[in-house]
């Protein structure tokens, strides 16, 4: 943003929050004192920037996918898929431990897949989470978010 556009934005600000325009235009004086404030906005915009600042470790990724199903991918800034992941392998492991339950039991309730089917899907969901997460970390660093 040049100057003039800064000078004129932060004229048309006072004027809101005065409720009257100013009564000249900003001389030299009033716009050196802009100049640290504008230094300042660059300098968090340069920190904001920094790649090495906002770096998600894959190691880290995987590692927390490992702990907690999803963990990784919300780390990664997925939480959408960290979500479906941590649902997807909960609700699998769960159906099938309550189908393997009924069938010990001898209940009359069928399930319809296998107990070992769920419990399958829901391993496969789980180590695709740990093996996807840390591409999805290093996406995250290359600015693929």
Not at 42 to 71: C, M, N, T, Y
Not at 82 to 109: D, I, P, Y
């Amino acid at each position: 943003m040049n100057r003039a556009r800064l000078v004129a934005s932060l004229g048309l600000s006072m004027v809101f929050a005065a409720g009257t325009a100013p009564a000249q235009a900003p001389d030299s004086a009033s716009l050196a004192k802009l100049q640290p404030p504008v230094r300042a906005l660059s300098a968090v915009r340069r920190v904001a920037d920094d790649p090495e600042r906002d770096h998600k470790d894959p190691a880290l990724a995987a590692i927390l996918s490992f702990i907690l199903p999803g963990a990784g991918q919300v780390y990664a800034g997925r939480v959408g898929t960290g979500l479906a992941v941590l649902l997807g392998v909960g609700a699998t492991a769960w159906r099938g431990g309550s189908c393997l339950a009924r069938e010990r039991v001898g209940s009359s309730s069928v399930c319809e897949f296998p107990p070992f089917g769920y419990l399958l899907v829901s391993a496969g969901i789980y180590l695709w989470g740990i093996v996807s997460a840390p591409d999805m970390a290093r996406s995250y660093n290359h600015g693929q978010r």
